[in-house]
């Protein structure tokens, strides 16, 4: 199933930025029983693919929206097309996005059914 998997920190969690999040669980001998976080995984996959570029994913060398690529460009116009056209390659329904200059991006999308 898509959208679930093994989570990385976010700025919410301690550690190093996009690491694997690690959740320790052990028994009642101290035997640890798990440690990675699985969950929902939808936010930091459409992360993912917002920042790679093109190639860098060696599965689906095609996907890769390359975002950082607008710090030194003012066309939002095509990186929103850039968006629209690479996060449905995983099998990703955009249903809204905001990309304007000075302002949070926002990106409302789910997994296809």
Known sequence: MKGIGIQVTDSNDNGTFLDMKVDVQRDTDGKIVSGMAIGDTLQQNITFMLMAERGEFKAVPELGVGLKGILLDNDFLS??????QQLPVDGLRIKKINL????PVIIEADYEQ
């Open 79 to 84: 990186y929103e097309h850039k968006i629209r």
């Open 100 to 103: 304007f200059e000075n302002q």
